[in-house]
């Protein structure tokens, strides 16, 4: 049985940073895509960054890259999402995904075969 568990979320400050953590278990020793999405209220859900679990390459959304970076213990199976400089627009339930095969770069939710249950980052102003 895979289980996608994240934890690290918060409430805190703008300008500040949170590491967000994401361990699977149960998965295949596949090069499985591994990403997080978060989605805001009344917001659809959205990629936020990922790569390949054997790969070096990582991919990120515009509206994150320079702040938010990826990256992984495979030791431990384990995600991580570093978020620097934190906005109130970052405020969002933030989700761990892995998808076998994505079609294109950025994925769509459709894609991933599993969610963990997401952790909950607010940033005040």
């Known amino acids: 049985q895979v289980q996608l568990v994240e934890s690290g979320g918060g409430l805190v400050q703008a300008g500040t940073s949170l590491r967000l953590s994401c361990v699977a278990s149960g998965l295949s020793n596949e090069n499985w895509f591994m990403a997080w999405f978060r989605q805001a209220p009344g917001k659809e859900r959205e990629f936020v960054a990922g790569g390949r679990k054997l790969g070096r390459d990582k991919y990120s959304a515009d509206s994150v890259k320079d702040r938010f970076t990826i990256s992984r213990d495979n030791t431990k199976n384990t995600e991580y999402l570093q978020m620097n400089s934190l906005r109130p627009e970052d405020t969002a339930i933030y989700y761990c995904?892995?998808?076998?095969?994505?079609?294109?770069?950025?994925?769509?939710?459709?894609?991933?075969?599993?969610w963990g249950r997401g952790t909950q980052v607010t940033v005040s102003s």
């Open positions: 995904a892995a998808a076998y095969a994505i079609p294109y770069i950025p994925p769509p939710t459709s894609a991933f075969d599993f």
